[in-house]
């Protein structure tokens, strides 16, 4: 599993590995990952009093368009929530994160540590299964290229937009690619992707079969001029 923690977190979970990362504290996925910056309620509102949490998301910025504030725990088991003292800074937090959120990059809440866990392997499942967008929503993010041959070979089943940049790299023409389609084995070596290149090589032989064509009838015998 690519879900790789900062080596100041501490996560039980045999399939995480921990290493020191430059920065976040945890990266989801192999290629171009997930950043998140977790944060309880009171270090988020420690990090945002000393303006360290600027700096985190910046720094973020810095290098990906992935990245994801996760704030973990129940605010009202939290320092900043029992001292009433603190109930306008606790606040001006909320609409600080909001505004985050807004404009910036998405933050998102769990519960608990068991829920964050959940969430990161959720989040990874979705990436495997190239559904996983840069924001969390209900919604398929459609790109495009300027390369018509991209845009070509990312409507084959199997292949995404990234993939099919990394087999017009490899290749020569689209012929090319059609004749020799086993030589995109070379491309990636994992398991999935051997699978992939099957299936779009079935695809790619398969008879077209019998398409039907829809007809759409008009009857102008209801129109009037006027």
């Known amino acids: 599993m690519d879900i790789r923690y900062d080596v100041h977190e501490s996560f039980n979970r045999e399939k995480w590995t921990q290493e020191a990362l430059p920065y976040g504290d945890i990266w989801i996925g192999a290629e171009n990952p997930v950043i998140v910056e977790r944060?309880?309620?009171?270090?988020?509102?420690?990090?945002w009093q000393s303006n360290r949490l600027d700096s985190?998301?910046?720094?973020?910025?810095?290098?990906?368009?992935?990245?994801?504030?996760l704030i973990e725990g129940k605010l009202n088991n939290s320092w900043i929530w029992r001292n009433k003292k603190n109930y306008s800074a606790t606040k001006g937090l909320q609409t600080y994160l909001n505004r985050?959120?807004?404009?910036?990059?998405?933050?998102?809440?769990?519960?608990?540590?068991?829920?964050?866990?959940?969430?990161?392997?959720?989040?990874?499942?979705?990436?495997?299964?190239?559904d996983f967008g840069i924001f969390i929503r209900k919604v398929k993010v459609l790109k495009s290229s300027r390369n018509k041959y991209h845009n070509i070979m990312s409507?084959?089943?199997?292949?995404?937009?990234?993939?099919?940049?990394?087999?017009?790299?490899?290749?020569?023409?689209?012929?090319?690619?059609?004749?020799?389609?086993?030589?995109?084995?070379?491309?990636?070596?994992?398991?999935?992707?051997?699978?992939?290149?099957?299936?779009?090589?079935?695809?790619?032989?398969?008879?077209w079969g019998e398409t039907k064509e829809r007809e759409v009838i008009v009857d102008k015998t209801k129109e009037r001029k006027i």
Not at 109 to 114: F, G, I, P, Q
Not at 162 to 167: A, D, F, G, I, P
Not at 173 to 190: H, M, R, V, W
């Open 39 to 47: 944060k309880t309620w009171d270090d988020a509102y420690n990090s």
């Open 56 to 69: 985190q998301i910046t720094e973020i910025l810095k290098h990906t368009d992935k990245g994801i504030i």
């Open 100 to 130: 985050i959120n807004l404009e910036v990059m998405p933050v998102i809440y769990t519960d608990s540590k068991n829920d964050t866990i959940k969430w990161c392997e959720k989040i990874h499942e979705r990436i495997v299964k190239e």
């Open 155 to 207: 409507l084959i089943p199997q292949i995404t937009l990234e993939r099919s940049k990394k087999l017009y790299d490899h290749f020569n023409s689209l012929q090319d690619f059609i004749n020799n389609i086993e030589e995109a084995l070379e491309i990636d070596e994992k398991t999935r992707w051997k699978n992939q290149v099957g299936k779009i090589k079935e695809f790619i032989e398969s008879p």
